[in-house]
Each structure stands twice: as structure tokens, then as C-alpha cells.
């Protein structure tokens, strides 16, 4: 059973680059935007067996693969014209000679962006605040709790925190 209001998102790091989405399917709130990997809770998942399932179902991914796991933040989503979403938030890197496997991605189109041009993607605004604490000057920041709330496709405002 998916439970809607909970997800959760992770940036995988292959040396100066890193692995987003573009998101394909239509009818996505997401449609062409560049997002990490992730999704929607099952039943019973802890934050962590989520995002390392979804990363596994959309990318192949395996939690052995990984290095430098670890939990960043909690970020909630309220907009005037989809549910409140609450998502939790990791990061984790790959060794820089990483290939993906070549089955392809039923949500969209996995790809490696340089970290350098990671704030020019097409996104939601509210992800370029959380990029400066993934990869920018507040990267060694801590973990985050975030607000974004949006009006249409418009950030009206945002609270952020860290520790």
C-alpha cells in the first residue's frame, strides 16, 4: 500500500557529477523537471528501506554501491494545488568509474549532470535552496528541515533550518 503524503529523495555523487531524472510520464506534477531518485512509502518502510527501494526499482542502484550514506534532511511541500508532502531527504556517492546499468527507467530519463550545472536544470525553485545545502556553500551545514510553500508552479515563501 503507497502512502501518498510521505516520500522520500536521494542525490547519488559520481565524483564532480551528479545522478538525476528527468521525469517523462505524463501527467506527473514533475514532467520535464530534473529531481534525485525517490518516491512514495510503502506500508511499513522506515525512511531509509524506502529511498533504498526506490532507488533500486528506478536506477538499479544497490545499497552496496553506495558510500557515504547518510540522511540530510526533512523538507515539506505545501501547494495550492496538490496534497501537503513531506519528503526525507539523503545523499550518498558512487565510486567515479560507477556505470549504470543499462536497463532503462519506466519514470523517466536517468542521467549524470556535473555538479557545476546542477541550479541551471529545469526544477522546482524551492530545490535550489536545498542544493546549496546538498552541494553548495552550506553543503557541510548539517541536517535541514525546510518549508516550501508554492502557489501554482510559484515559490511564495520558505523557511529553512539547520543543525
Request: glycine share 8%; aromatic share 12%.
Amino acid at each position: 500500500m503507497r502512502v501518498e503524503n510521505l516520500t522520500t529523495l536521494i542525490y547519488i555523487t559520481r565524483g564532480s557529477e551528479c545522478l538525476f531524472i528527468r521525469k517523462t510520464r505524463k501527467g506527473d506534477m514533475n514532467l520535464d523537471k530534473y529531481l534525485g531518485i525517490g518516491g512514495h512509502f510503502e506500508a511499513d518502510e522506515s525512511p531509509e528501506e524506502c529511498v533504498l527501494r526506490e532507488l533500486r526499482e528506478e536506477s538499479s542502484i544497490t545499497a552496496d554501491s553506495l558510500m557515504d550514506f547518510r540522511y540530510r534532511g526533512l523538507i515539506t511541500f505545501v501547494s495550492s494545488e496538490y496534497p501537503t508532502e513531506y519528503m526525507h531527504v539523503f545523499t550518498a556517492s558512487v565510486p567515479e568509474d560507477y556505470k549504470l546499468p543499462e536497463r532503462g527507467c519506466d519514470e523517466g530519463e536517468l542521467c549524470w549532470v556535473p555538479l557545476s550545472d546542477v541550479w541551471n536544470l529545469p526544477i522546482w525553485e524551492g530545490d535550489r535552496i536545498m542544493f546549496d545545502h546538498l552541494f553548495g556553500d552550506m553543503k557541510d551545514s548539517g541536517i535541514f528541515i525546510m518549508k516550501f510553500c508554492y502557489e501554482g508552479d510559484r515559490l511564495a515563501s520558505h523557511v529553512e533550518k539547520t543543525w
